[in-house]
């Protein structure tokens, strides 16, 4: 039986699966993004992380679904590097979109999303990737995501929109101050992830108005950005992944409902699908 190797990177963290004889091993290591690394490093990377885990097994085969990795020239520096660290293993770099799809919809057509440190979507028909809405990136898109709400909960701490209870439980739970924030979004590497760490407090904060208007707000702009604009929206259900969706998929059910759209499996992470759809390949 080949040992299957399977990969799932947002921007944040990689989860990884080796599978071996009937056995799951799974390991984490930090967000694979060629938008952020180098070939060099993401090599270190996997030296450091990933490589001492698993040194003990030969891999046959490699499915790496990852984030930035629509443009072809992403995935072959993903491919390239995947097949010199494993060496004689088969590999296939895809998009952590089509890895959403294949986790969600198995073979089957639906609406697919990535609700995490960024934002996704496609319609799937049960094969490949038919229809996407433009994704933006951190600063101009990804509504919906860890990093636009993050953002919006750093936006009411910085103008002193929030009231008296809600700056008291931001100042005592981050510490910190406008130059500090400013230079973390401006001048740091990664501040995407700098602004999803953010979102944690609006679920640590659940029932404050401000809170729901900032969750609900959020959402719903993917929603009209992206998801009112698929007529198979309509037709299909709506399946989500990320830690975003799953952590409010109480707003993500209201919302689907009040667009009279059928709500799909909401996963906090899409592994769990892939080792299953591969299992069946």
């Avoid at 990884?16 to 290591?29: A, E, Q, R, S, V």
């Avoid at 609406?111 to 933006?136: A, D, E, H, V, W």
């Avoid at 995407?192 to 944690?200: G, K």
Wanted: include cysteine; glycine fraction near 8%; hydrophobic fraction near 35%.
């Amino acid at each position: 039986m080949a040992t299957v190797l399977i990969a799932d990177s947002g921007s944040t963290k990689c989860e990884w699966c080796l599978l071996h004889n009937g056995k799951k091993k799974k390991i984490l290591t930090t967000g694979i993004s060629p938008y952020f690394f180098n070939s060099e490093q993401i090599s270190a990377l996997l030296q450091k992380e990933l490589v001492p885990k698993i040194k003990s097994f030969d891999v046959d085969e490699i499915y790496f679904y990852g984030t930035g990795l629509k443009d072809n020239k992403n995935k072959k520096v993903i491919h390239d590097i995947l097949k010199k660290t494993f060496q004689g293993a088969s590999t296939e770099v895809q998009t952590d979109l089509l890895g959403a799809s294949r986790a969600l919809c198995k073979h089957s057509k639906g609406i697919c999303c990535i609700l995490g440190t960024g934002s996704n979507s496609c319609f799937y028909n049960g094969r490949k990737i038919m229809k996407n809405s433009p994704g933006l990136g951190y600063v101009l898109g990804d509504e919906g995501s860890g990093a636009y709400l993050g953002r919006k909960v750093i936006q009411y701490f910085l103008y002193n929109t929030f009231d008296e209870e809600l700056m008291y439980a931001f100042n005592t739970k981050y510490n910190t101050n406008a130059d500090e924030i400013i230079m973390n979004v401006y001048l740091k590497p990664q501040p995407n992830r700098y602004l999803a760490s953010f979102a944690i407090f609006l679920a640590e904060n659940r029932g404050h108005f401000m809170i729901e208007n900032i969750i609900e707000d959020g959402l719903n702009d993917f929603f009209f950005t992206h998801l009112r604009k698929y007529s198979e929206s309509w037709l299909y259900p709506i399946h989500f992944t990320g830690g975003i969706a799953y952590g409010f998929k109480d707003v993500i059910k209201n919302l689907c409902h009040s667009y009279e759209m059928e709500t799909g499996i909401i996963l906090k992470q899409p592994m769990d699908g892939l080792i299953e759809y591969h299992n069946e390949k």
